[in-house]
Every structure is written in C-alpha cells, then in structure tokens.
C-alpha cells in the first residue's frame, strides 16, 4: 500500500485514469505509482514508458494487470 507523510501534498480524485486497466508492456499516459490488481505490487511509470513487461509474474493468481494508484501531476512551468 502506498504511503505518504505530508497530506497537503496529496489529494484525492475520482479521474477516469484511476479506472483503467494495463497489461505489462503497455505504455501509460501518466507518470505515478502503479498496483498490480492481482497480487497488489507496486512500481512506478513514468509518462510515455510501458509497464515492465518482466516485473513479476503470477503462477497460480492470474494474469498481471496494472492500474494507476497514485498520479504525479506535473505542474505547468
């Protein structure tokens, strides 16, 4: 489970990038924290990267599938 110390760093959202589903070696549109809906591992992406396609594998729990946990947003500059 993903932590953090500082709540006024962190805020919830209900974005539809929360809802969606990568296979490894999938590339992801946004940079954060990403949990395996399987087995509950975390790695983190950055935007425009795929999935590790050779992060781990499941052998009796199904097939592996990422979503996004925590987005980091980047701020305009």
């Not at 209900?14 to 399987?38: E, H, L, M, W």
């Not at 396609?53 to 500059?77: C, D, I, M, T, Y």
């Amino acid at each position: 489970m993903a932590k953090y110390k500082y709540p006024q760093h962190v805020s919830q959202s209900d974005g539809g990038a929360f809802d969606q589903s990568f296979k490894p070696g999938q590339v992801v549109a946004n940079s954060g924290i990403y949990r395996c809906r399987t087995c509950g591992n975390e790695i983190a992406v950055a935007k425009g990267q795929p999935i590790p396609a050779n992060h781990h594998e499941h052998l009796l729990l199904g097939p592996v599938s990422w979503s996004l946990l925590v987005f980091a947003q980047e701020h305009p500059r």
